[in-house]
């Protein structure tokens, strides 16, 4: 398994404002995922982050407005920008153990209210 | 890309009650895993299946891969079982994306 630890657990923000969630892992991995899951809603993958490269972002995200950071190979920050009521959601980040297709391991998640 | 569908959508039983959820995905996969998402937003790990059947106390799981489908099943279910239950795939292809099916929300009363 993996532990993962994520932080803020929760917060409330100001629409405009900025918020920056951090992951911490256990142990050194290649890959970091994030994760954005809207109210009554699925997971939906924003970006992968690898070390020492840009984040690779999924269609619809960008990286101006969800900047990432991957300083080293047990940490990564994910920062929501500008935000406004529909960045209300949770964010998780991930991580995955083994080589290839393996299992993959989420952190406690940060549950983001936008006002 | 692949996509995922679980069914049902929602479920309510009687504690006690015993009850399957299914996971139906377009392609073929690399790995299969199911997670509980408790109440306060955390995804637990439930299994890891790509195949075959494995079984951690009242919770069970088979994949059949060549049929594209999961089951997971819940005995004796408890309150402490209630949250939404997804199903997640990798498509292959160097793909490392998991995608999710929309969850089934189970609801046990007491």
Redesign the interface.
Same mark, same amino acid.
């Given at each position: 398994s993996a532990v993962i630890s994520q932080k803020p657990s929760r917060d409330i923000c100001q629409r405009g404002t900025s918020l920056t969630i951090q992951c911490q892992v256990d142990s050194q991995v290649t890959m970091m995922f994030w994760y954005r899951q809207q109210p009554g809603q699925s997971l939906t993958l924003i970006a992968t982050a690898n070390q020492g490269s840009e984040a690779t972002y999924e269609s619809g995200f960008v990286i101006d407005k969800f900047p990432i950071s991957r300083p080293n190979l047990t940490f990564s920050t994910l920062t929501v920008s500008n935000m406004s009521p529909e960045d209300s959601s949770i964010y998780l980040c991930s991580v995955e153990r083994g080589v290839g297709f393996t299992e993959a391991f989420f952190g406690q998640g940060t549950r983001l209210t936008v006002v | 890309g692949i996509q995922v569908e679980q069914s049902p959508p929602d479920l309510i039983l009687q504690e006690g009650a015993n009850s399957t959820l299914r996971c139906n995905f377009s392609d073929s996969v690399?790995?299969l +895993?199911w %997670?509980h998402q408790n109440p306060? @937003? +955390?995804?637990i790990?439930l299994f890891?299946i790509?195949s075959g059947t494995k079984q951690n106390g009242r919770l069970s799981a088979t994949t059949v891969a060549t049929e594209r489908y999961s089951l997971l099943y819940i005995s004796s279910s408890q309150t402490t079982d209630s949250g939404v239950y %997804?199903c997640?795939v990798?498509s @292959?292809a160097g793909s490392? +994306?998991?995608t %999710? @099916?929309? @969850?089934t929300k189970l609801s046990v009363i007491p």
């Open positions: - | 690399n790995n +895993q %997670f306060w @937003g +955390q995804l790990n890891y790509p %997804f997640a990798y @292959g490392y +994306q998991l %999710f @099916g929309k @969850g």
